[in-house]
């Protein structure tokens, strides 16, 4: 069986005419059998969280203002996109889901509290209410499919809005429940992002997870390839926002996507193509708004006649760069050891580092520990903490083995004061901190180095 998982993310089915396009593209899949991982309806699950928080602030009537509008929104998709008689139906269960946010948000307020357990609850909503609209529409439109809610196999541990999923648990639950469904070539629709505990309650593996979601599918049914439908035309050589003319990458191994999606494209959640790769799945990403478009094939190893190094330019905003000085000089042969240690206590991940004996500098942009780590650094160095900071990577492969590269990279922004630079251990990729007013004409500069002479391999760029 040659299946393929397809996820579509909120913009691809933000609106009836979105859902439409979504299904059109579902139902002239080649693959034998599919099935289809959707998103909450964009801006839907931020409006949900801010009904949480609204509702423990004591604002209920806001609160409520938003349950009735989300649930307007998607009434107005499921009558654009059913008759009249399946829409009132569909519009019954939308009621009953409106219901059951309003007695959330009355008991949200009375206790004048939002636990990671109730925020969970709140966000899971998106996405089923976004997949039954859709799985309605496949079968009026005559496609064979099946509404299959992810809490009956995602199932993970009681880690609220960040929950791990038991991977034997949910093979076991699978080919269980889904590949019946498949096996008859009926186009499955799951939601992404939310799963269960084994005692039923449920829970979210964090935001972004709906493509995470998508890949820990495909790995488990050994999938033939995964799908990640998006709106935009594949990775880019740089944030098309920032780099008008950025070009689309055709192919690109793994590692380069990897490491993209952790320094800060938007296309790919970080964690998303980890199940891929343990299992070789081929990860294709795609444009709902113009399918005939050939996307981003992200595989193992590209073979491409031209050896092509550097493939993008990734940048992460709201970054805090910390410098850290032993004021122990003697004790250096334990000084890193003591730093790493009081991130780890905190539990905040670093994401680039440059080191000496006696000094480390090193960037995070999760602060909400910031204060507590710092007091404990200062009992053996001295730390300077500066916001507003940015990393620029420049990602491909073999970057360490190619000579003059720094050079090129270092020549073309003059203009920019470089905090810090770190290269990666995995050899692809040129990592440096710089402060965030400078990141766009930084990032136009590599761009223009890197891209805009005309010498690139058409195997792989546009």
Known sequence: MKLVIMKFGGTSVESGPAMRRVAEIVRKS????????????????NQLLRIGNLAAEGRAEDAVGLVQAIAQRHSVIAHDLLP????????????????????????????????????????????????????????????????????????????????????????HRLHRVALPLLNEHRVIVTQGFIGATRAGITTTIGRGGSDHSAALIGALLDAEEIQIWTDVDGILTADPSVVPNARRIRIMSFREASEL??????????????PAIEKSIPVRVL?????????????AEPRTTQHCIVKSIAYKEGVTMISIVSTRMFLAHGFLENVFD???????????VATSDVSVSATVNDTSRLDEIVMELQRFATVTVDRRKAIVCVVGDQLRNSMGLAARVLRSITHVNINMISQGASEINISFVIDEDNVETTVQALHQEFFDNGDQNQEIFD
Do not use: W
Not at 39 to 44: E, K, Q, T, W
């Open 342 to 352: 009081v991130f780890h206590k905190y539990s905040t991940v670093v994401h680039t």
């Open 287 to 299: 444009n709902s708004r113009r399918p005939s478009s050939q996307g981003t094939l992200i595989v």
């Open 30 to 45: 080649p693959a034998e059998s599919t099935l289809v991982v959707l998103s909450a309806c964009a801006g839907v699950t």
């Open 84 to 171: 009249d008689a399946e829409a009132t139906a569909a519009q019954s269960f939308l009621d009953v889901a409106a219901a059951e946010l309003l007695a959330l948000v009355r008991g949200i307020s009375v206790l004048g509290e939002l636990t990671p357990r109730s925020i969970d609850l709140l966000a899971s909503y998106g996405e089923r209410l976004s997949s039954f609209v859709f799985e309605l529409h496949l079968r009026h439109t005559g496609t064979p499919s099946t509404l299959l809610d992810a809490r009956t196999f995602m199932i993970t541990d009681d880690q609220y809005t960040h929950a791990i999923p038991d991977l034997p648990e949910m093979r």
């Open 261 to 274: 999606a952790y320094f800060g494209a938007r296309v790919l959640h970080p964690e998303t193509i980890l």
